[in-house]
């Protein structure tokens, strides 16, 4: 059976046929390694990345960080079409950083992504405990097993020792590496220490000499000279385990077959395969994976924007819409189709396709890629998304009805994040005739007898006309549209740009007819929150009215007071 596991610093994978993987570093916006109470996320790990479907099958897997929840979403949907669990673990061995808190947010936003765990925290399952803070019996058990075999020892050394031993290597020009002090001590030397009461650790014992190989998945042959490691800690003095000991032990018993994860954690694998060799346990495959890279190639971090999958949803972005764009960051189908839906890539993803170079991460292509799946979402979800968003931002009393249904259809093309819908309606809702009148944008128009259209405007509002004319919709508008036009002797842009800046305030902007009928119905109590600054039909012909056209044809600046309403 296959199985999904979520963790910390890479992924990993146990048996699946054909199993689809993602791009490379392809989302370094999540963190699932609990840190830091202040906030959810301590930081971003751009570095992780998860990439997979080796030719043998994988059944259990194991993701990276949040540098990729997209992947991860990939991986699930994969395991889960063949009969594969998603399993979640929770590494939180780093005690005074890792909170149940943190642990939630990590929780609820994969839930919004989406991505729903068979086995885990609050689900159970038969390779649990889920979280590393419970598994501690089970590292002591592995680690006593090495110490007895010889191939871990106890180590004695201060941290007062460990520093003088890396500044007389660094003198020397030689690698920061344990000397071995007590590699070679007699079980007299240790006992006599253990009777005093030392804090010690355990000390990996590695070989002086030789070399060790893997094969990675992604750039073939990799080897290390095992005399420029140095013995390594697997057990700290206060009994926890160091992190490379016990996601080794974790991904053994969870019967973890592959552990993909970004380039610069080669030197991780290279612990951890001596770990497994130790321990006889089956060795896994490993694929490196390029890193996300900022703009300026330099490597992506927090100081280049949002840091966390919760900071993406707070600023508009679909959970669709991610997944997709980073899933292009280091591969693609070969063809110039860049929109998937999370099936599709499941469907089209193979891991000859992935880039070994470093893929860039453009913030406007996200932007415009959301917007692609924002507009392809159902017409009633898309209005229900919008119409919440609106409610609760203060702009709109009711998150639903036909002012909703009819504004989102006008200026849906206009946005690409769910907030930008706020600045469309803000705007359809303002009057900022002054500001707009001031602009030498808006010379043609007031050069163009604009005062004579407006005194027209303003006589037939006060005679009935336009508020009847209104109250029939979009088709009752356009009718006296083309009667106005008619008496004003005036057609196309001559007729419509004096409108359209004289209604709105504006130059541009969407549709005319269907933008002065929805200002005409936001006037209609319990539409507009009072807070939102809406200037009515009824303000703007006030304004009108007001309006010193003798001063702003000889080109005088035009009373502010006489238009305070539309700076509101």
Request: hydrophobic fraction near 40%.
């Amino acid at each position: 059976m296959a199985s999904l596991v979520f963790n910390t610093p890479w992924l990993r994978v146990r048996s699946l046929p054909e199993l689809a993987l993602l791009s490379s570093d392809a989302v370094n916006l999540l963190h699932f390694t609990l840190h830091d109470e202040a906030s959810q996320w301590s930081r971003v790990h751009h570095h992780r990345a998860v990439t997979v479907a080796p030719s043998e099958s994988v059944s259990r897997l194991l993701p990276p960080v949040i540098s990729t929840w997209v992947e991860q979403g990939l991986l699930f949907s994969t395991t889960s079409s063949q009969g594969g669990k998603f399993v979640l673990r929770i590494e939180d061995t780093d005690l005074e950083r890792s909170t149940r808190e943190s642990e939630a947010a990590v929780l609820q936003d994969l839930s919004w992504l989406g991505l729903d765990w068979d086995e885990g925290p609050e689900v159970g399952g038969e390779f649990g405990p889920y979280r590393q803070s419970e598994r501690n019996a089970l590292y002591k058990q592995y680690a006593e097993k090495l110490l007895e075999s010889g191939q871990v020892y106890r180590c004695f050394c201060s941290s007062e020792e460990l520093v003088k031993m890396k500044e007389i290597a660094k003198l020397k020009q030689l690698p920061p590496v344990y000397t071995g002090k007590w590699a070679t001590a007699s079980d007299a030397e240790v006992e006599q220490e253990l009777e005093k009461g030392t804090p010690f650790t355990y000390r990996f014992r590695v070989p002086k000499e030789g070399s060790l190989k893997i094969n990675d998945l992604i750039r073939g042959e990799v080897s290390w000279n095992l005399d420029t490691l140095g013995d390594f800690v697997v057990m700290r003095s206060n009994g926890q385990p160091v992190y490379n000991f016990c996601v080794t032990v974790d991904d053994a018993t969870m019967a973890i077959s592959h552990v993909i994860r970004a380039e610069e954690h080669l030197p991780n694998t290279l612990r951890q395969a001596l770990i497994y060799k130790a321990l006889e346990f089956p060795m896994p495959q490993f694929a490196h994976v390029s890193l996300i890279l900022a703009p300026d190639r330099s490597k992506l971090s927090k100081r280049h924007g949002a840091t966390s999958v919760g900071q993406y949803r707070e600023m508009g972005f679909l959970p669709q819409g991610m997944v997709n764009y980073l899933a292009l960051l280091g591969w693609g189908d070969g063809t110039e189709n860049e929109f998937f839906t999370l099936e599709q890539l499941v469907e089209k993803f193979s891991i000859e396709r992935v880039n070994k170079s470093g893929a860039i991460f453009d913030s406007t292509k996200l932007r415009w890629m959301n917007g692609l799946h924002l507009k392809a979402l159902p017409a009633e979800k898309l209005t229900k998304l919008v119409g919440e968003r609106w409610k609760s931002a203060g702009i709109l009393s009711e998150s639903e009805g036909s002012f909703v249904d009819e504004a989102v259809e006008l200026l849906k093309d206009g946005i690409d994040l769910v907030t930008d819908s706020d600045t469309a309606l803000l705007n359809l809702l303002s009057y900022p005739l002054h500001a707009t009148l001031a602009s030498s944008e808006a010379n043609p128009a007031v050069e163009d007898k604009l005062h004579e259209v407006a005194a027209s405007l303003v006589a037939a509002y006060d005679s009935g006309e336009i508020p009847s004319a209104l109250a029939e919709g979009q088709s009752g508008w356009q009718k006296w549209v083309k009667a106005f036009g008619k008496s004003t002797k005036r057609k196309g842009k001559s007729l419509f740009m004096p409108l359209r800046v004289l209604l709105t305030g504006k130059l541009h902007g969407p549709e005319m007819a269907t933008s002065i009928v929805l200002i005409h119905k936001a006037g209609s109590p319990g539409i507009v929150a009072p807070q939102a600054g809406f200037v009515s039909m009824e303000e703007r012909f006030k304004i009108l009215r007001e309006m010193d056209w003798e001063a702003l044809n000889k080109g005088e600046s035009v009373p502010l007071e006489s238009t305070a309403a539309a700076s509101t």
